[in-house]
């Protein structure tokens, strides 16, 4: 066949829901174009999970070092931090990942081909490119895949759009400790980071306008509010900064319980699909107000031959989904037939304790008319915790009334990442 003759699939992204697609795609035969206007990989390897977890992953070494349960028989040395060499550490492997896990596989597949550029769409058919060197090249395609993924939130607080904020990529990419840091939000970016920045050596204030976590069973975030504020955290609940200056090298937050000074300010408020200038209008394909792309489980938007995966569409923004999502996209874009079922999806914030949950919490079983019966197991009561010397959290079951069906799980503890995979 032909190399033209082939299925074309066009790509808009190279984070994981676009390279899985791609890779998939390829294997049925189909030939790929990709489209990037910035860097390959996408947020996971970027700016997401590989640098925040290694940076958590060098708090908590610095952590156990300055005290443990065990400090009466192994003697504490509070550890100097130098953020400067564990950036470069972390960029180091960071740029590592690139290469192998993405830019190889483009490398080695003759059916997949990276354009660098802006894509927006001409018809359902046709996409428009700006190439990095400015020229233009009209792109026509059989299928789509929307897969441009999303990008820090920001709230519309008077006064801080003028300042120099940190969203958690330049938190991520700073080579200092800041003494001083304010964070607004309380999503799981916000409490990884806080306690990261924490142990790490600054004093951090969490400015929660609900509570952490507040999404998911209350008790995950009240244990957590208990361990933050046991560690030096200070977490300021049902709070919202109504204004944020920025006043020679200082921020400014006004709350309703005072004046919140810092020496930096990260704003981790959820995050907003980078779908603005698709002109997915064009093609009637359907989106929510903040432009997430509404897909249905294979994937498939209002439009035909247009589907959409990752962190831009209607899915959890977990990269774990968007790599699943990719996959069956793919699939159904070369002829087959693939669902994604998120039922028994797993969920770990990798703060310390761990918090998991998967499938259902009790308000979210009884809001979709189940009858509920629950049990929660205190791990005061487990002995391999009394055994760690560290029994914080809790073991939450969810099961329908009268079948005794595990709908939901919700963990805190500190190998709750794991515990959740059972």
Request: charged letters at 20%; glycine letters at 8%.
């Amino acid at each position: 066949m032909n190399d033209r003759d082939r299925l074309h699939i066009a790509i808009i992204g190279s984070g994981s829901a676009a390279f899985a697609a791609a890779i998939r795609a390829a294997e049925e035969g189909a030939r790929v174009t990709m489209i990037e206007r910035d860097t390959l990989g996408g947020t996971c390897v970027n700016v997401g999970c590989v640098p925040s977890k290694i940076m958590i992953q060098a708090a908590h070494v610095a952590h156990v070092r300055s005290g443990s349960p065990f400090d009466d028989g192994i003697s504490a040395t509070p550890p100097s931090i130098d953020r400067k060499r564990l950036f470069a550490q972390q960029q180091a492997r960071v740029e590592e990942l690139r290469q192998s896990k993405y830019q190889s596989i483009v490398d080695s597949h003759e059916a997949i081909e990276v354009i660098r550029g802006q894509a927006h769409f001409v018809d359902r058919h046709t996409l428009a490119v700006e190439t990095e060197s400015g020229a233009k090249q009209h792109l026509t395609f059989d299928r789509c895949l929307i897969a441009t993924g999303a990008r820090p939130a920001i709230p519309p607080v008077p006064g801080l759009i003028d300042t120099p904020y940190w969203t958690s990529t330049e938190a991520l990419e700073s080579e200092t400790i800041p003494r001083r840091l304010a964070i607004i939000g309380s999503s799981v970016v916000a409490v990884e980071l806080a306690q990261a920045f924490a142990r790490l050596g600054s004093q951090v204030t969490l400015v929660a306008r609900n509570t952490l976590l507040s999404r998911e069973d209350p008790a995950i975030g009240e244990q957590l509010t208990r361990v933050f504020r046991d560690e030096g955290i200070v977490v300021l609940e049902n709070t919202e900064a109504s204004r944020v200056d920025h006043v020679g090298d200082e921020f400014h937050l006004a709350t309703g319980q005072g004046m919140l000074k810092a020496d930096r300010l990260l704003v981790a408020t959820g995050r907003t699909p980078n779908t603005s200038g698709l002109g997915l209008g064009c093609i009637s394909v359907e989106t929510e107000k903040n432009g997430t792309v509404i897909v249905d489980d294979h994937m498939r938007t209002s439009t035909t031959g247009i589907h959409a995966a990752g962190d831009c569409s209607s899915q959890p923004q977990l990269v774990y989904v968007a790599a699943a999502a990719g996959t069956r996209a793919a699939v159904n874009m070369t002829g087959g037939e693939a669902a994604l079922d998120l039922r028994a999806m797993p969920a770990v914030v990798v703060t310390e304790p761990q918090a998991a949950t998967a499938g259902l919490s009790e308000t979210e079983a009884q809001r979709q008319g189940f009858e509920v019966e629950t049990r929660t197991l205190d791990l005061e009561n487990v002995p391999r915790a009394l055994a760690n010397f560290d029994t914080r959290g809790f073991i939450k079951l969810v099961a329908e009334a009268g079948s005794y069906r595990l709908i939901g799980v919700q963990v805190v503890a500190g190998n709750a990442g794991e515990v959740i995979q059972s």
